[in-house]
T-cell receptor, first 115, second 111 residues
């Protein structure tokens, strides 16, 4: 499996501000995804990060709120914009392929608290 | 109807016994299935993947898939206290690698 480095690991932010989360992989991967895990709940897919083009967002998530970049095959960022306390969650980067047989692996996660 | 459903638990099992975790899915196009283990405060860790009908064994873990019944399960034999965690079932649809997760089952192994 790939080594996935996600940072920051945690942050406390003021409402109305933005936070950018980085995901770096040590090898080329096929797919990169961003998930959100709200307290006590399961994982919900925010979007698929597409290399060199706009991300593909799931229902309920929009680019203005969660802009995503993926400039190359090994790096992606997720920005949480104009934060409110409801954005307090764990944000997780996930990757698959090309040698992972569709298996997905996760970064360490970013625990975000908005105050 | 949720696409992937799990018995939400919590589930308590004595140490040394077999823990049985179950998952059903609604989309017959679902192709691949995965079991993740998540310790509190940590990210999900892949423990089993299964792609075809039948059983797949890896150490103390056995995954079972029945596509006709749209049912996936995970058996943990000789349960250990270190197995105490939340177990997440996830599936993908053919041609699409994004995961759909169940709600998770919290498992506690009682010494």
């Amino acid at each position: 499996s790939a080594v996935i480095s996600q940072k920051p690991s945690r942050d406390i932010c003021q409402r109305g501000t933005s936070l950018t989360i980085q995901c770096q992989v040590d090898s080329q991967v096929t797919m990169m995804f961003w998930y959100r895990q709200q307290p006590g709940q399961s994982l919900t897919l925010i979007a698929t990060a597409n290399q060199g083009s706009e991300a593909t967002y799931e229902s309920g998530f929009v680019i203005d709120k969660f802009p995503i970049s993926r400039p190359n095959l090994t790096f992606s960022t997720l920005t949480v914009s104009n934060m409110s306390p409801e954005d307090s969650s764990i944000y997780l980067c996930s990757v698959t392929g090309p040698l992972m047989n569709t298996e997905a692996f996760f970064g360490q996660g970013t625990r975000l608290t908005v105050v | 109807q949720k696409e992937v459903e799990q018995n939400s638990g919590p589930l308590s099992v004595p140490e040394g016994a077999i823990a049985s975790l179950n998952c059903t899915y609604s989309d017959r196009g679902s192709q691949s299935f995965f079991w993740y283990r998540q310790y509190s405060g940590k990210s999900p860790e892949l423990i089993m993947s299964i792609y075809s009908n039948g059983d797949k064994e890896d150490g103390r873990f056995t995954a079972q898939l029945n596509k006709a019944s749209q049912y996936v399960s995970l058996l943990i034999r000789d349960s250990q206290p270190s197995d105490s965690a939340t177990y997440l079932c996830a599936g993908t649809i053919f041609g699409n690698e994004k995961l759909t997760f169940g709600t998770g089952t919290r498992l506690t192994i009682i010494p």
